[in-house]
């Protein structure tokens, strides 16, 4: 007949137990740093080779890692940097590319991407060069790609701020500032685009 007397006595001693949950005793949020555990490189007896970090079971990826063609999430391929964007180019992308490299690039390279920026005036060592005129003009795609993932001597990365589409919005518009500066070639416009150019300028 025990359990049949306990219950009340547990369900009486709810109210009560509820009151107490703020002065119980003090949690313990070392404990975890306190706990018996291994430093790194220490010896861990009961592995056969002793060591106490471990691999990865294979095939983990890093949770930062993107995955995918190497041209797009590198910007290269065995070792070489991608001549063209390898992304599909539209409108939005160019749009989403200004913003975002108004935002990270511009305050050093300029707005007009020719290294006119109060941050270049002022940066005595070496300068943001010039993204519109030589050597950046003749950059393969990849090589402006990789100078954003990875960054570049003095200049750090924005692989934090920017991801795999983002980056290439951002060389996409690059691209578009060094055409506007430096003019396109009649001859390399989409049809629709030349036929108008040359009703408007004749
Ligand atoms: C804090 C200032 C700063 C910002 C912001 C910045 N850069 Fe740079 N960038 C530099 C400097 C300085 C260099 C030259 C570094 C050197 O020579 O050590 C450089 C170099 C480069 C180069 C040439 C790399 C090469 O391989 O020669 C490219 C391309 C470039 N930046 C693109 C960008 C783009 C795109 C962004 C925006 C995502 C950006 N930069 C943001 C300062 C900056």
Redesign the pocket.
């Known amino acids: 007949m025990k359990p049949i007397v306990a219950l009340p006595l547990v369900l009486a001693a709810c109210p009560l137990l509820a009151s107490c949950e703020n002065s119980g005793p003090e949690r313990d949020f070392e404990r975890m740093v306190n706990q018996a555990h291994f430093e790194y490189y220490e010896e861990a007896p009961f592995f056969e080779d002793r060591r106490v970090m471990r691999d990865p079971p294979e095939g983990t990826v890093p949770r930062e890692r993107f995955v995918g063609p190497p041209e797009v999430t590198n910007g290269m391929v065995d070792g070489a940097f991608v001549e063209a964007i390898p992304v599909p180019l539209s409108r939005p992308m160019l749009d989403d590319g200004r913003k975002r490299?108004e935002i990270?690039?511009a305050?050093?390279?300029g707005v007009g991407g020719d290294g006119v920026s109060v941050?270049a005036h002022n940066?005595e060592l070496?300068?943001?060069?010039s993204?519109v005129a030589a050597p950046?003009l003749d950059?393969p795609a990849g090589?402006?790609y990789q100078?954003?993932a990875q960054g570049?001597?003095?200049?750090?990365t924005?692989g934090q701020e920017?991801g795999v589409e983002e980056r290439w919005s951002?060389v996409a518009y690059?691209r578009a500032l060094q055409l506007r500066t430096n003019g396109v070639a009649v001859d390399t416009l989409p049809e629709p685009v030349r036929a108008r150019m040359q009703k408007e300028l004749r």
């Open positions: 490299y990270f690039c305050p050093c390279h941050v940066m070496r300068k943001p060069p993204l950046v950059y090589r402006v100078a954003i570049y001597g003095l200049m750090p924005y920017l951002v690059v």
